[in-house]
Structure formats: structure tokens, C-alpha cells
């Protein structure tokens, strides 16, 4: 199973972006799939996870400004996130827990940079 990230990139503070993750490859159950994210010098922290019964998680941190979301069909979840930050820039990646026909297996994406400043 492969996971690849799209959507960094560098905003002001109060803008937007959306971040995409799709995964493929031999996947026959969805667990759950989600964020973290790791700034420079700091712990990488879950961010937003996303269940299979469309159960949501957020970090305290980002209540309110992110949402998560995923498209079944195509295996991706998306990270909407608004009212950006400085303190929310840090490299973001992605996760997935699925049974790949032998047993329950987390897979990361690769990192992709989000940068808020002025």
C-alpha cells in the first residue's frame, strides 16, 4: 500500500488549504486514515483522523478551523483546513490503518511542507 500527499504549500495567516491523500494498492478494509503533523524541534502529533463509519477525531489545537473528509471510492481523505496559523506550520503526514488481506497495517505518506507567514 502507497500513500502520496498533495496540497502544501505557504499561506498568510487566515487563509487556506486543502490537503489530499489517496492510497492504493492492495487495500480490502478501511480502518482509518488521518494527519499529523510535525513542526521543527517539536513531537509529530495526530492532527485529525477519520474512521470507518465516518467517526471523526481533531487535536484541541485545530478544533473548529479543520475538517476531514474522505471519498470511499477513490481510497483519499482530505484535510480542509482554514483560519490558518503560524503555529500550524510544520510538515503534514498522512496515514492509513488498513487490512491489506494478511493483517491491519498503517502505512505513511511522504511529509508535505505547510508554511503560515506574513
Known amino acids: 500500500v502507497q500513500l502520496q500527499a498533495f496540497g502544501g504549500g505557504l499561506v498568510q495567516p487566515g487563509e487556506s488549504l486543502r490537503l489530499s491523500c489517496a492510497a492504493a494498492g492492495r487495500i480490502f478494509s478501511f480502518g482509518h486514515m488521518g494527519w499529523h503533523r510535525q513542526a521543527p524541534g517539536k513531537q509529530r502529533t495526530l492532527v485529525a483522523r477519520?474512521?470507518?463509519?465516518?467517526?471523526?477525531y481533531y487535536g484541541d489545537s485545530v478544533k473548529g478551523r479543520f475538517t476531514i473528509s474522505r471519498d470511499n471510492a477513490k481510497n483519499t481523505v482530505y484535510l480542509q483546513m482554514n483560519s490558518l496559523k503560524p503555529e500550524d506550520t510544520a510538515v503534514y503526514y498522512c496515514?492509513?490503518?488498513?487490512?491489506?488481506?494478511?493483517?491491519?497495517?498503517?502505512?505513511w505518506g511522504q511529509g508535505t511542507q505547510v508554511t503560515v507567514s506574513s
Open positions: 477519520i474512521f470507518s463509519g465516518n467517526n471523526t
Open positions: 496515514y492509513g490503518n488498513f487490512w491489506d488481506g494478511s493483517s491491519w497495517s498503517t502505512y
